[in-house]
């Protein structure tokens, strides 16, 4: 059978978001289930964010495949919906099928004629047990799924138990996206392949899925396996795509020996949490001599009340301890921080003096959302402003803000101007612990920068945020005030967040006293 997997576009290119602007990875999770699946199938990944309008339509008409998948986030919902219902149009008989993290945890949103199969947690063994049965059409037994039978009955079968050993999957082929190649990357580190090493996370964070996707359990590549992924792709940049790399010490030590005892030199970028460098900073600077170049950390907040509200489990000191390790070991720090709907002006100005005191190289800013199917979601539902998923991303308040809308804005748009000082301050330190590093990506710097001049231009304007929401702030909460809303405080208990009582500390006084000493 012909099969066609499509990674959707964003509903927005004109928004500086951290996917598609700032970071564009491969699309892993399709060449995992195309590998899994290629050998008695023909198949094809197409990555919608990589091509012009009308290539989706063209594709269906001139492959003509029998079966289409996609996968889904929450903020591309609804465009992974269209790319299956543009398949069904084109194609009446074709098999639709979507996968993904949304759709695992908010199943009932894809309950539509257009989706025959909606699969549930892991894909790659469901989709060959999927494609044995697609001439069928009969998907009964099949774990992980809810499918539509013959007479448009959606039947919901048993979930399907995690892979053990992830080294007995098969490893991506990266052939599949090859029409695509040198054309993803993060910032200006360019080009860059994309691997993952290990599944789930073993922190489980209030306003994050990831843990309950994965069911509260993480595991990992061996070393082997790693660098027998790093060792075959062809690009100099890798990025290691875990959710949470920086979590077991002995197995990055692992990797660290299997690197030095075959000699595969590349740079490589991960996403960790800051508790973990601050606490192993020898591992760390080994890390680093392994090419180790880039870590993409939730600093989220410089309080340790918000920390704990947010089940983070971590605290200001150690993002303060973990930003010098990083600084010292030449790793590139891109870090994430968390704006609040209930801040006002002092507490935004607060945050952009903590990031300028950091030294972070690339500060990214966000706004807490309750994303669909985490705690803080089903604590928050009934106060959400809206239900429309092109507003979950990140960058929109969908809780009442205690400043007037247009203010609360403008305080969240002067973020990448007020932290400014923090960038050029971090790529000086840089420049000195690794020039080679500078110097190979200096030219995709200087594109990286003239790429997302015409982004900032829209992120730095107040109103275009307020066009955003137009229309579309007409969930639950509307008429309610910032003060029904009752954020999270670390004082707070309920059965929905389970918090920690930390120290009402400032950031400032922890440097003044960490100066002291």
Known sequence: MRVLLVMPTPFENGRLGLENVIWLSEPVALTAVGTAIQGEHEVRVMDLRLEDEEALAKTLVSFR???????SMTTDAYQAKAVLRAAKKILPGVLTIVGGHHPTLCPEEFDVEYVDVIVQGEGEITMREIMQRAATRSFE??????WRDANGVRRVNAKREQVASLDDLPIPDRRLIQKYKGRYFFTGIRPMASIFTSRGCSFDCNFCAIWEFYER????????????????????FVFVLDDNFLTNKRRATELCDELER????????????????????????????NGLVMVLSGFESNDDDNLAALR??????????????????????????????????EQFEQLYEYVRSLQIAVPL??????????????????????TDHR?????????????????????????????????????RSLMKKRPAFVARVLPGMVWFYARTWRYQRVHSDASSFMRDEKGLLNGPGVGLSWEDVAYPRAEEKDDNLVRLRISKKTWADDVTEMVGQ
């Open 65 to 71: 495949p029998d079966v289409v998948g996609t996968t």
């Open 141 to 146: 037994g099949v774990r992980g799924t809810r």
């Open 217 to 236: 359990r993480t595991r990992f590549l061996s070393a082997e396996k790693i660098v027998d992924q790093m060792a075959a792709c062809e690009e100099d």
């Open 262 to 289: 075959r000699g595969v030199k590349k740079y490589w970028l991960t996403q960790g949490r800051t508790d973990f460098a601050a606490d192993h900073p020898d591992l760390m600077a080994r890390l680093a001599k």
């Open 312 to 345: 983070k489990k971590s605290s200001w000191r150690k993002n303060l301890l973990a930003n010098e390790v990083l600084r010292e070991n030449g790793i590139f720090s891109t870090g994430i921080f968390m704006v609040r709907a209930d801040w006002t002006h």
């Open 365 to 386: 800013f966000t706004i807490l959302t309750p994303l669909p199917g985490t705690q803080l979601h089903r604590a928050y539902k009934e106060k959400l402003l809206t």
């Open 391 to 427: 507003l979950f991303d990140l960058l929109h308040a969908v809780l009442p803000t205690r400043l007037p809308r247009e203010e609360f804005y403008r305080e969240f748009c002067r973020a990448y101007d007020a932290t400014e000082s923090s960038v050029r301050d971090a790529y």
